[in-house]
Every structure is written in structure tokens, then in C-alpha cells.
């Protein structure tokens, strides 16, 4: 039996994509619209409470397509904490205005492929606890590794598959400073195996990245992928123009 690989596991994450329903909201009053953002961004700023004293963190994006209206990535230390967000969400006044358009729950994840196994490592322990960065653009799809055939990740050898990942690194360290990954891991939690996040100052990046990534072994025999949701980043001093009716 190949050796399975080591995890190193971080903070919690949830992806959380919501729809608006933008004739109710047209419709509400000028009062009830205004409670709702006024709460929404009370809740924004105890997220960046808990970001500023390192006990998670948080990004906004708004989402484009029709996949869904925006989204709120959300890292804690334990599931509990993600699910009294959401619910604390979900009883907010905007909740009423808005639909859960998808989600995805994961754990940020780091393998030991590239000999990395040092937790106590600043460096490390800052990857599995990072600060989302709050650059303009945000990509998210959620990835198994194959298992088909000839083509069937878990049968690999795992210096084979170090290699394979070697290679990946490789290929997305030519990105550094243009693209951020957080990579999540999801098995046993989601009906992916992976959630894959990236952040780029230039749109453009992502697709040269991903685009140039399908040629790497690893991804062209044994990735398989869910749906892309891609956005722009929503600041807090931008919810109430985003929101304006
Ligand atoms: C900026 C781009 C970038 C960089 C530098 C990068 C580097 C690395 C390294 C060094 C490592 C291995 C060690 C670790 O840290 O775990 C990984 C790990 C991983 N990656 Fe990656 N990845 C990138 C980017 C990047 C992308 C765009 C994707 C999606 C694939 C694609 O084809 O669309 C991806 C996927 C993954 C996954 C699913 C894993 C875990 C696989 C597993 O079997 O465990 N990744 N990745």
C-alpha cells in the first residue's frame, strides 16, 4: 500500500456564497436597508477584531456571474466558531434579503511532500494561520485528485508523488507576488477533496496560472475539478455602495 501523505492542518474554513435578492430589497424600506448594512457592518468590524488580534481572518468579495452575489471566506480555529458565524449571518437583517447560493467547509492544509514537517515553525504556523490577503481579485473551485484507471492518484507511490508535486510548486512559484493560494483541505468534510483559493492584484493572472498549471502531470492526469466562482474584492467602507439602491 503507498504511504499516505502527512497533513499539517491550520485554521477552519468556510466558504460562504449568498445570492441577493435584489427585488426584495429593492422594495424594502429606506430604514430597513439602512439596518441592515449598519448591522452587516458591525459584523465586519468584529471580524476585523479577531483578524487584528490573529484569532482568524476573513475576506469579501463580491462574486461575478450568477453563481452568486457575494461571498465571505471565513478561517477560525475550531468548526464552532464557523457555524455561530454563519448562524449569527443568518439571523442579521440582510440575511432576509439574501439566499445561500453555495458553500464549502475545509481546513487550510499544508502536506509534508516537500519534507516540510516542523509545526512549531513560525513560518509554517503562519501558512495554516494565514491573513487572507485583501487583494483585488479572488478564484475558488473546489478539486479531487483522479481516480481512474491508469490515471489514479492514491495508487501512486508517494516519492512519485512528491515528485509530481515538486513539479507543481515549481510551476506556481513563477506566480510569486502576482497569485496567493490557500489550499484547503476538505476530505471527509466536503464532496471535494480540495478547495483551492487564489488572490491576484490582476485578474488576468489567475487564468495564466491556472491555464498554464493544466500542463503540469499532476493536474493534467489527476486533477478534476468542480465549478469557478471568480470576484472583486468588497471593502468594508465600499458594502453600503454595494448595497445602494
Ligand atoms: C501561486 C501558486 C501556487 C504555488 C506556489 C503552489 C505550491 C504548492 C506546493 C509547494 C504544494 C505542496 C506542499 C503544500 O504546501 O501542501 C502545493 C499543494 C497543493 N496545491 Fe498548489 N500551488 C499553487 C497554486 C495551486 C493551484 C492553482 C492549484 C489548483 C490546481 C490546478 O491545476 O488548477 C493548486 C492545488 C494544490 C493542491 C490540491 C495541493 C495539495 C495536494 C496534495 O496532494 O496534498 N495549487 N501547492
Known sequence: MPEAVITMDGWYCL???RSIDWTA????SNEDREQAINEFQQLIGKWEDTEKSKEGSHALYTIVGQKADFMMMILRPTMEELNEIETTFNKTKLAEFTTPAYSYVSVVE???YMGNTDENDPEIQAR???TLPKWNHICFYPMDKRRQGNDNWYVL???????LMYAHGMTGRQYAGKIRQIITGSIGFDDWEWGVTLFAHDMLQFKKLVYEMRFDEVTSRYGDFGSFYVGNILKPEA?????HI
Do not use: G
Open 25 to 28: 430589497w429593492k422594495y424594502a
Open 110 to 112: 499544508l502536506s509534508n
Open 157 to 163: 507511490e508517494k516519492e512519485d508523488r512528491a515528485k
Open 239 to 243: 458594502v453600503e455602495q454595494f448595497f
Open 15 to 17: 466558504h460562504d456564497f
Open 128 to 130: 495554516l494561520k494565514p
